[in-house]
């Protein structure tokens, strides 16, 4: 009888104790998964962001298609033939996910001219307030290359930034971003940073030594390059502003004149139809260089970037028509080919070589089940896999949230040990009874 009680009155405490322990707290319940459908109007606090959904996974490329001579493009069922246009290279990309459609000559190195300017713009635009003054240096009109195009900058005048930046990309102004480049540390200082900014980008085609595009030696772009500042331009809302604005007021003192943007595929000038949903972004001409010309347009919700250098025929307004003839294919292309190639950063060759040895050190002799050494400064040792670890603050698949699962189990043990320590202390005190 005395066990028997013994056993019940343990047994009773420990269903107590694990009712208790069993209820969850409430502040130890995890949140439910973000569901985009949760969202309702008014339920974000104000000053607050949302995180956009994440983008489908990117289709595999081979990047080093790109690299091959002659027209790349790998046509899908029912695809429109690639146009046949003189351009000695050309880029057609989605500017979104970045993905060549096509390409000719994609890599080949050839001067830039103007086109040059929309990397200094990628470059400069970030540092000076649009409404910022500056009252113009004779010193930072010099060196100006004989025959340029300029908007009229005069010593000792004073000009907005924005007024600046409409010289560049309106009228082409050299005279502008020779300006610009004084605000900003200087012509070759703004040269390297030029060439850094390239480099950030993955234009590894590009040598920057005159930023304003004028003819220089070994200076030179490609098309893919052109192609990436015009998609990295898309994404700055100044930059956009600026290169798709037709016609601007430029200031002279008391006065002012008006300019037009030398992109005919914008204005609709001289005899060139205006394309529909043009961004615009930039167009050059030297004599060296021809002409080259990058665009962006829009349709519905697909927006392509198409870069041009150097036609080889129909004279100076071909490079729009060709431009035209490719945004076209582009358009109607999309979704029936498959891309040949990327104008997202790709790994440098050091860094392919390194995950090659790293792999290949992988498959030699790695064990699956390695602690991954990470060295001061959170980088992982050259072979070394990188592996997540757990956060500690979320349970995992399958553990339970709240108290330790080991606390209940330890408190029914104790229960029983007092109980059975009871039993024996009453057992030995009725013997001496």
């Known amino acids: 009888m005395i066990v028997t009680s013994a056993v019940r009155h343990a047994a009773?405490?420990?269903?107590?104790?694990?009712?208790?322990?069993?209820?969850?707290?409430?502040?130890?319940?995890?949140?439910?998964?973000f569901s985009p459908g949760s969202l309702t109007s008014g339920s974000v606090a104000s000053g607050s962001s949302v995180e956009e959904p994440t983008?489908?996974?990117?289709?595999?490329?081979?990047r080093a298609r790109l690299d091959r001579r002659g027209t790349q493009v790998q046509k899908l069922?029912?695809?429109?033939?690639?146009?046949?246009?003189?351009?000695?290279?050309?880029?057609?990309?989605?500017?979104?996910?970045?993905?060549?459609?096509?390409?000719?000559?994609?890599?080949?190195?050839?001067?830039?001219?103007?086109?040059?300017?929309?990397?200094?713009?990628?470059?400069?635009l970030p540092h000076n307030d649009p409404s910022e003054q500056h009252t113009v240096a004779d010193s930072e009109l010099t060196g100006i290359g004989a025959g340029s195009s300029l908007v009229g900058i005069k010593e000792g005048y004073t000009y907005k930034v924005s007024d600046l930046w409409n010289g560049v990309f309106l009228s082409s102004g050299n005279d502008a971003v020779h300006v610009l480049a004084a605000m900003n540390g200087g012509w070759d200082a703004m040269s390297r940073k030029m060439q850094e900014k390239a480099r950030s980008l993955g234009a590894r085609d590009t040598h920057v030594v005159s930023p304003d595009g004028y003819d220089a030696p070994d200076q030179v772009s490609s098309a893919y390059d052109l192609a990436v500042f015009g998609r990295a331009g898309l994404q700055d809302p100044a930059f956009v502003r600026y290169c798709s604005t037709p016609y601007a007021d430029f200031p002279a003192g008391s006065w002012s004149?008006?300019?037009?943007?030398?992109?005919?595929?914008?204005?609709?000038?001289?005899?060139?139809?205006?394309?529909?949903?043009?961004?615009?972004?930039?167009?050059?001409?030297?004599?060296?260089?021809?002409?080259?010309?990058?665009?962006?347009?829009?349709?519905?919700?697909?927006?392509?970037?198409?870069?041009?250098?150097?036609?080889?025929?129909?004279?100076?307004?071909?490079?729009?028509?060709?431009?035209?003839?490719?945004?076209?294919?582009?358009?109607?292309?999309?979704?029936?080919?498959?891309?040949?190639?990327?104008l997202l950063p790709g790994p440098t060759k050091a860094e392919a070589e390194a995950g090659s040895r790293a792999v290949a050190a992988k498959r030699a002799g790695g064990r699956g089940d390695e602690t991954v050494s990470v060295a001061a400064g959170g980088a992982p040792r050259a072979g070394a896999e990188a592996v997540a670890a757990p956060h500690r603050d979320s349970p995992g698949d399958g553990e339970p949230s709240g108290p330790s699962a080991g606390l209940p189990l330890t408190l029914v043990g104790s229960a029983c040990a007092a109980a059975l320590a009871l039993w024996g202390w009453r057992r030995k005190a009725a013997h001496r009874a």
């Open 257 to 342: 004149y008006g300019i037009a943007n030398t992109n005919r595929l914008l204005t609709g000038a001289d005899g060139v139809a205006r394309y529909p949903g043009l961004l615009g972004i930039k167009n050059g001409y030297t004599s060296n260089a021809g002409n080259t010309l990058i665009s962006a347009a829009r349709r519905g919700d697909r927006t392509l970037v198409v870069s041009v250098m150097n036609p080889q025929g129909g004279g100076g307004l071909a490079v729009y028509e060709e431009a035209r003839e490719l945004l076209d294919w582009g358009f109607e292309a999309a979704g029936r080919v498959q891309p040949v190639g990327s």
């Open 12 to 33: 009773a405490g420990t269903a107590a104790l694990l009712f208790v322990l069993s209820a969850p707290a409430a502040t130890a319940s995890p949140a439910p998964p």
């Open 55 to 62: 983008p489908p996974a990117p289709r595999f490329v081979d």
């Open 77 to 124: 069922p029912g695809a429109p033939s690639v146009p046949e246009v003189s351009a000695l290279s050309w880029v057609v990309a989605d500017a979104s996910s970045g993905e060549v459609l096509a390409a000719r000559n994609a890599h080949r190195k050839l001067p830039p001219a103007s086109t040059l300017k929309a990397l200094f713009a990628l470059t400069a």
